[in-house]
C-alpha cells in the first residue's frame, strides 16, 4: 500500500505517515491521519480550502479535471504542485503531501476549540 507522508502543520512538529488503499483522496487520508485540512464544501470542488502542495510523486496522480482547475484558480500560494485534497486520489506510489497556510487557517475556522493559533502555521 502507498504511504501518504503529510509534513509538519501547526499540530504536529514531525511529518505525520500513514499508510492508504489507493483511490482513497488525499482529503479523506488526512482526516484517517489526523492531520488539519480543511475541507468547507465537504469535499464538493467547491471551494479551495483543501489545498495542498504535493511535493513528492506528484506525477503519479491522475491528471485534474477541468472542475478542480478552476477552484484552484482561486486559491492561494498555486504552485505547479497544488492540488485539491478533496479531489485528488493515491495512485500506486508513495507521496509527500504539504498542507497549505490557507487550508490550515480552513481548518482553524472550523474548529473553534483551535482558534488563535494561526501563528503557528509554518508554510
Ligand atoms: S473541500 Fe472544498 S474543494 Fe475540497
Redesign the pocket.
Known amino acids: 500500500m502507498p504511504t501518504v507522508r503529510f509534513l509538519p502543520t501547526f499540530l504536529t512538529a514531525e511529518p505525520i505517515e500513514i499508510e492508504v488503499e489507493p483511490g482513497i483522496t488525499l482529503?479523506e487520508a488526512a482526516e484517517e491521519a489526523g492531520v488539519p485540512m480543511?475541507?468547507?464544501?465537504?469535499?464538493?470542488?467547491?471551494?479551495?480550502?483543501?489545498h495542498v502542495h504535493v511535493v513528492a510523486g506528484f506525477d503519479s496522480l491522475e491528471e485534474m479535471e477541468d472542475e478542480e482547475d478552476d477552484?484552484l484558480g482561486k486559491a492561494e500560494d498555486v504552485q505547479f504542485v497544488s492540488r485539491?485534497?478533496?479531489?485528488a486520489e493515491v495512485g500506486d506510489e508513495d507521496l509527500t503531501v504539504r498542507i497549505t497556510r490557507e487550508s490550515q487557517v480552513a481548518f482553524i475556522n472550523e474548529h473553534p476549540e483551535h482558534r488563535g493559533r494561526e501563528g503557528e502555521i509554518d508554510v
Open positions: 482529503q480543511g475541507d468547507a464544501c465537504g469535499g464538493n470542488c467547491a471551494c479551495s480550502t483543501c477552484i485539491l485534497g478533496c479531489q
